[in-house]
């Protein structure tokens, strides 16, 4: 019998050290506190939080028909069983088909069901989220249809750019924002603003302001806005949405384009908690080698890193990252692997030095039975066995430097606490042999 406790224990600490038992890793038994900044950290009921996660943009938009939530469900599962635990997804869709806004202030309520529903598997599967509010693009409406709806009320609209500056148009940002951030869930009882399962909200996917090559109308932007919405909720993270480009101060580190924002200046904004990066260099180098697209990778996951550590001093999350299988030239994953492999080993050099970054999100995570949302970024990870096992693998590797970063008297009590019970159950087994 004793022989047998103490190989129970053997297995169990091996199980610590490799980063399975992740029972120790949550803490207090759970993970339902707010994510919060400490320096270039986020942190988890006192503890490092780093996120090895997936973009599911889509989520919402299947949740909204209740026949198609089984997907939703299995999302989430198939991708704890790999250790992902954040998701970034879309809390927008602006008039349009299945819309969640059919206009300024008028909601679809099938489709905020939907996001409810996300919200509330999300944490039962204990899974973060990443809440997006607007988009950049015209799919599923993002700026020009706002800038459209000001436009049909007789607002004078020059450019899509207007989203940034006109008055009317602002006003409806507002608006949504107050209404996503004070709606009550109608699955758990919970209002958003309230939810821990909500790590952070994001301004808007990708901004961009070409009219504007300057900046400024962005940093104008986002500090109102940012600052608006930490009004309403002071539980969230808050973060803009970039993709990493650079201002003019460091515009050479840039691909052979500008985009209207500053990556430095735009995140220095005291109300953004912490920084993002976009990385898809098979996009914004095209007809480019692999071999080019790969070594400027390289260099702007290391840049963004040092500029969060030291210039910005927040911590900075790859919030989206991948590459296509139709823009590379073999139809296995092993050119899609040294990708991702890349950003992981560069992502767990900075977490495991204390460094500022804290996580990435891959694009993007598929359930079975949705081919018409295949873009060639697409992960399922049913299909893609070696993609999957690197994903899993980076997950084991930040649960370890949790780990290390976890309390030694959390750890002592819980091992203090398994020893009373091996001790009277040695103690039980001698008194019935005496």
């Not at 988009?135 to 020009?144: A, I």
């Amino acid at each position: 019998m004793k022989v047998g406790f103490i190989l129970v224990f053997l297995v169990l600490y091996v199980m610590l050290e490799q980063g399975t038992l992740l029972l120790q890793v949550k803490g207090d038994g759970d993970d339902d506190g707010f994510v919060k900044v400490r320096g270039v950290h986020l942190m988890l009921n006192g503890i490092p939080y780093y996120a090895n996660g997936y973009n599911a943009y889509w989520l919402m938009y299947m949740a909204s028909d209740p026949s198609e939530r089984n997907k939703v469900s299995s999302c989430f599962q198939e991708a704890t069983n790999h250790g992902l635990n954040l998701a970034r997804t879309w809390a927008f869709s602006d008039g349009g088909y299945k819309p969640l806004q059919y206009s300024p202030g008028s909601y679809n309520e099938d489709m905020f069901l939907g996001l409810d529903f996300v919200i509330s598997e999300a944490r039962r599967y204990g899974t973060k989220l990443v809440l997006s509010l607007v988009n950049n693009y015209d799919n599923f409406g993002g700026k020009k249809q706002y800038v459209e709806w000001a436009k049909s009320e007789g607002q004078t609209i020059i450019s899509e750019d207007d989203f940034y500056t006109n008055p009317v148009v602002k006003e409806y940002y507002k608006n949504h924002i107050k209404s996503v951030l004070t709606r009550r869930n109608n699955f758990t009882g919970v209002v958003y603003k309230d939810d821990p399962t909500i790590m952070a909200w994001e301004l808007m996917n990708e901004i961009r302001c070409p009219s504007d090559q300057s900046g400024n109308t962005v940093q104008a932007w986002i500090t109102e806005m940012a600052s608006y919405l930490k009004s309403i909720d002071g539980n969230h993270l808050l973060e803009a949405g970039l993709e990493g480009f650079y201002g003019q101060s460091k515009q050479e580190y840039n691909p052979s384009f500008r985009v209207g924002t500053d990556f430095i200046a735009n995140n220095q904004i005291p109300v953004i908690d912490f920084a993002t990066v976009h990385s898809y260099p098979d996009q914004w180098l095209p007809g480019s080698s692999y071999e080019d697209q790969i070594s400027f990778l390289d260099r702007w996951l290391n840049d963004h890193i040092q500029d969060a550590q030291n210039t910005i001093q927040k911590p900075v999350l790859f919030a989206e990252f991948g590459v296509s299988m139709t823009n590379i030239s073999t139809t296995d994953s092993t050119l899609r692997d040294q990708f991702f492999n890349m950003v992981y080993s560069a992502i767990y050099s900075s977490a495991s030095d204390g460094g500022a970054a804290v996580g990435g999100l891959f694009w993007q995570l598929l359930a079975q039975g949705m081919d018409s949302f295949r873009d060639g970024y697409e992960v399922p990870l049913d299909e893609s066995s070696s993609t999957a096992t690197l994903i899993a693998q980076e997950s084991q590797k930040l649960n370890r430097i949790r780990m290390k970063s976890f309390p030694r008297v959390k750890i002592s009590k819980q091992w203090n606490k398994a020893r009373e019970v091996r001790s009277s159950r040695w103690k039980g087994g001698a008194n019935e042999r005496n």
